[in-house]
């Protein structure tokens, strides 16, 4: 997607802000990003409106691939991170800085994990590697790991590093400075290196209460109209409206970006 400065307004209208809280567009830039960028995602990205993208793209460590700085994300989610287009993060998700993937492996099979068993593009060892070499050591810089997901309603603090192919569930808590190498359940809050259960956010019954009735499918004004402050009476009254039609699943405005240059603006409603 090439930013023009009608779409950097159409998004700044939007709530969609290219860095969490960024100015309206001017003439050159909106937000870090300069108008005429041209964003490449590799993939499609779904973003829906009220979301906080990063400033900047996401960069693994070793021989991957840069990202465009796009991300998946669901209403009312933002990231002070720079995270990888092929992570999608679920709606009112609050992802602090510092954020790290465990995105690039070295073989571990071969004689030696260094650069001589892989490395076709580092200078070390370029002139002696070859594609066949680096075929024949199974070599991938994922490991063949997907990247992680990560539900609605999760909040990760600050300086956490996360392991490919693990679920973060919807509702949970990732501590503080955390080494997330396994799937975190949903409303649970995790913490540590490795990260380990540290509590439930909520007893069973409301926790349950709350992914059953997937109050995140409804739109922001409703459900702060309802009040969010005691989830009991939320759920019991998000419950009942849900039951008399007072209130219906929305559709949040959505765009989807994806390779060539193909832009589709969804008008909510
Ligand atoms: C996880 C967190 C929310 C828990 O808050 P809390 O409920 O007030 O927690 P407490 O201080 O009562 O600690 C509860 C337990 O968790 C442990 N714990 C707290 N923070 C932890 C961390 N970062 N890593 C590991 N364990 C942690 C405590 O040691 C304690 O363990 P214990 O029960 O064995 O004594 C909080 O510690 C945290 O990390 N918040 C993220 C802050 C942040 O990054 N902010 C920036 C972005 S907004």
Same mark, same amino acid.
């Given at each position: ?8 307004? !159409? ?7 290219? =860095? ?22 590799? =993939? ?33 989610? #933002?990231? &002070? ?10 709606? #009112? ?12 492996? @070295? ?14 593009? $580092? ?16 070599? @991938?810089?994922? $490991?063949?790991?997907? &990247? ?7 909040? +990760? ?9 693990? $679920? ?5 808590? +990732?501590? !503080?400075?955390?080494?997330? /190498?396994?799937?975190?359940?949903? #409303? ?6 490795? !990260? ?8 069973? =019954?409301?926790? /349950? ?5 997937? &109050? ?16 009991? !009476?939320?759920?019991? /009254? ?15 405005? /959505? &765009? +989807?970006?994806?390779? $060539? ?9």
């Amino acid at each position: 997607m090439i930013l023009t400065k009608e779409r950097a307004e !159409a998004l700044h209208a939007d709530k969609i802000f290219f =860095e969490v809280n960024s100015k309206p567009p001017t003439d050159e830039k909106y937000g870090t990003v300069k108008i005429g960028h041209d964003f490449k995602p590799k =993939e499609a990205v779904r973003i829906e409106e009220r979301t906080g993208l990063y400033k900047f793209p996401y960069k693994p460590s070793i021989g991957g691939t840069k990202y465009s700085g796009l991300c998946s994300m669901g209403v009312m989610s #933002y990231s &002070w991170s720079p995270l990888p287009e092929p992570l999608k993060v679920g709606r #009112y998700c609050s992802i602090s800085s510092g954020i790290a993937f465990i995105d690039s492996f @070295h073989p571990m099979t071969t004689v030696s994990t260094s650069l001589l068993s892989f490395a076709t593009f $580092n200078h070390l060892s370029r002139d002696l590697v070859t594609k066949d070499m680096v075929k024949a050591s199974g070599w @991938h810089v994922r $490991n063949n790991k997907p &990247w992680p997901t990560i539900g609605h309603d999760v909040w +990760i603090g600050r300086d956490v590093t996360i392991a490919l192919g693990v $679920n973060i569930g919807t509702g949970s808590v +990732i501590a !503080a400075g955390s080494v997330v /190498t396994k799937d975190v359940a949903p #409303y649970s809050i995790v913490g540590g290196n490795p !990260a380990k259960h540290i509590r439930q956010r909520f007893p069973e =019954e409301i926790a /349950t209460g709350l992914l059953a009735l997937e &109050w995140w499918d409804y739109a922001p004004a409703d459900l702060v109209a309802i009040g969010m402050h005691d989830p009991v !009476a939320f759920a019991a /009254t998000l419950s009942e409206c849900i039951k008399d039609g007072t209130i219906q699943p929305y559709r949040p405005t /959505t &765009w +989807i970006i994806g390779k $060539n240059d193909s832009v589709e603006r969804m008008q909510g409603g």
